[in-house]
């Protein structure tokens, strides 16, 4: 896949606080790349950086759009995370407008407009005005005017924020869509479940710093360490003294045992006693969440 994004070495400080700290990453054609982070992590930093709002005080920011090298916002789009649409106009309106200040003929918007609204359930609303929308229904909007010049390049902060889960799925599905069809597109969210869902690479951030960075099935393997969850009449300590267990819990009548880091589950099973009580038992890896979470307070940088 072709480089649409390429950050390389940026710094950026406020005052006397280095907010972003030498950061490098690439988003490529037709992936998602989640911007993962904590609060404060730097990842709004990188955003108005990126998209021309401040400029790094250091390193580069080159984009693949139109044959250029620099930002050009015609082929960008953004939904930011505080939304902000003119609240006394009307939808069709704010929409068209967008597209004119992205050179985008009024025609296809107008069609690409009216695909949406159908899609997410806004038929009849073109006259409509914003104020009279529900919060979800606005967001919906907010998102289709972020798409509405079919960006080759979108930025996404926050996207399902307020959303209940059926317009969740929904967007999601959608989002993968455009992925598919070639947008590369920038994902920065504090939902891990839905970055874990969407995205191929991860870009993890904390203190300025990046913590982690690559493809997510790697990260997993280098982090993510095995869990099992034995359901059944079991004490805890039954499970105490086998090879590869760094601590075992208990819940009731469940046993949830963290495995060693390299430890495989085919070779952990064959050394559970044959007496056990197994109603049922499921092995999984720990989740993007849980790598955020030990990567973060650990304080690791790789």
């Not at 490529?28 to 709004?44: F, H, Q, R, T, Y």
């Not at 400029?55 to 953004?78: F, H, Q, R």
């Not at 992205?102 to 025609?107: F, I, R, S, V």
Request: charged share 25%; net charge neutral.
């Amino acid at each position: 896949m072709s480089i649409i994004l390429s950050v390389k070495d940026i710094t950026k400080s406020f005052g006397n606080s280095t907010v972003v700290d030498n950061i490098s990453f690439e988003v490529k054609k037709g992936e998602i790349l989640g911007l993962v982070g904590p609060n404060g992590a730097g990842k709004s930093t990188i955003i108005r950086c990126l998209l021309g709002i401040i400029y790094p005080d250091s390193g580069t920011i080159e984009y693949n759009l139109g044959n250029a090298a620099k930002l050009n916002t015609s082929k960008v789009g953004y939904l930011p995370e505080e939304r902000g649409l003119y609240k006394d106009a009307k939808i069709m309106d704010i929409l068209l407008y967008i597209a004119s200040l992205k050179n985008y003929p009024l025609d296809k918007a107008r069609q690409t407009a009216e695909h949406y609204f159908e899609m997410f359930d806004l038929r009849g609303k073109f006259k409509s005005k914003i104020q009279e929308l529900s919060k979800g229904m606005a967001q919906k909007v907010q998102f289709i005017a972020s798409i509405i010049h079919k960006p080759e390049f979108l930025v996404l902060d926050e996207p399902l924020s307020g959303f209940d889960p059926l317009s969740q799925n929904l967007f999601m599905e959608e989002i993968k869509r455009l992925a598919t069809e070639g947008t590369a597109i920038l994902l920065s969210s504090h939902q891990m479940n839905m970055v874990e869902t969407l995205c191929s690479r991860i870009f993890m951030i904390n203190q300025g710093q990046r913590v982690l960075y690559g493809e997510l099935e790697d990260l997993k393997d280098r982090y993510a360490n095995y869990r099992c969850e034995i359901t059944g009449n079991n004490e805890s300590s039954r499970f105490a003294g086998l090879p590869g267990i760094v601590r075992v819990e208990q819940d009731g009548s469940k046993n949830i045992l963290h495995l060693q880091q390299g430890i495989l589950p085919r070779n952990f099973i064959r050394e559970l006693p044959p007496d056990l009580d197994i109603k049922e038992m499921n092995i999984t890896r720990i989740s993007l969440h849980d790598i955020f979470v030990n990567t973060v307070t650990g304080g690791g940088r790789q």
